[in-house]
């Protein structure tokens, strides 16, 4: 009877061990879901406050209670004299783009952009926080579109690139008035490149037969599961070079005193020597950059958050790993 008893109490804590992983994971993949779900919207935070929150954490600690309120009600009174007589300090329009394959951070940017574009004015300023590996030309190129509007309206952009804006994402910055990078963020990468397997010998062992048909010469140059032809390699190579050129062809507009046959050979370099090439403008990261221009402007970070379903979380996700 005892032995009986073991066994089924045993049972129970495995049953009991089973249905709290399945609860677990479908609490996690719920949660997600409502993660995701937030509205459309735009959210404005002011960064010199969170500045002064980030500093006020500090000062509390090292002066002490005391000193600390006496600071902070004297500071708190020429903060409020100065909002009595208007500010007249300039705005830094702060905006992040964090790159994927898919650019898909670009339906987001091109709502920011044209939030800041209905009030910012040639005063003013927009910093953009790139972080992007490259991808998908035609993607990145829209990416980059949107950041020439910021331009041809005549409001100052510059990029701030802390750890990587290589190929697609280089595109991008190089339409900015100024690029800032640090000191070891990847810099270039200025070419193109399509690669992709090819099964057919496999498959032919194997005796299987793959049917494609289409309708115009070069619908189809390389493809997966078919007998690949020089003609269609040739005929890749040469839309591969169109987009190189094209692709020169907008850093020479923007950066017109980059020698182009020294930097657009497909290499990328780390910041310093970046900056020798004429790739960027300075070495700062971007929190240098930020604080310094805290002490005379006001400093406005504009995120569009977007609904996004949990198939495309997935897919961005996925995306992220293959490029890391």
């Known amino acids: 009877m005892l ?17 709290a992983i399945v609860l677990a994971v479908a609490s996690l993949l719920i949660a997600s879901t409502k993660r995701g779900m937030h509205p459309d919207g735009l959210l404005v935070e002011h960064l010199n406050r969170r500045f002064e929150d980030l500093g006020d954490a500090v000062r509390r600690a090292v002066h002490g209670k005391e000193k600390f309120k006496r600071q902070n009600k004297e500071r708190r009174k020429e903060i409020k004299q100065l909002a009595k007589k208007g500010s007249q300090r300039k705005r830094i329009y702060v905006l992040d783009f964090k790159g994927d394959i898919r650019a898909s951070a670009t339906a987001s940017l091109r709502e920011e952009i044209s939030a800041v574009l209905a009030v910012a004015t040639e005063e003013d300023e927009v910093l953009v926080r790139l972080e992007n590996a490259g991808g998908a030309v035609h ?10 509007r910021v331009v041809r309206r005549g409001i ?34 200025v070419g193109v490149i399509a690669q992709l397997p090819n099964f057919h010998r496999w498959l032919d062992e194997k005796g299987v037969d793959f049917e494609q048909v ?5 619908k189809r140059t390389l493809t997966v599961f078919g007998k690949n032809t020089e003609e269609g390699r040739e005929k890749l190579r040469e839309e591969l070079e169109e987009v190189h050129e094209l692709f020169k ?25 970046a900056l020798e ?11 240098d950059f930020l604080v310094d221009a805290a002490e005379d402007h006001d400093l406005y970070r504009i ?3 977007r609904r996004r379903p949990l198939p495309e979380r997935l897919l961005s996700g996925a995306e992220g790993l293959l490029s890391r």
């Open 3 to 19: 032995a009986f008893f073991a066994d089924y109490g045993l049972f129970v804590a495995k049953l009991a061990t089973l249905v």
């Open 139 to 148: 993607e990145h190129g829209l990416a980059a579109s949107q950041l020439l």
């Open 156 to 189: 100052p952009l510059t990029v701030s690139v802390d750890k990587v804006a290589a190929s697609g994402g280089y595109l991008m910055a190089c339409v900015a008035n100024r690029i800032v990078a640090a000191p070891f963020a990847i810099i270039g990468s």
């Open 214 to 218: 289409t309708a115009g010469r070069f």
């Open 249 to 273: 062809v907008q850093i020479a507009e923007h950066r017109p005193e980059v020698d182009l046959e020294q930097v657009a050979t497909g290499e990328h370099w780390y910041g310093v020597r």
């Open 277 to 287: 090439l004429g790739l960027i403008d300075e070495l700062r990261t971007s929190d």
């Open 303 to 305: 995120t569009f958050k």
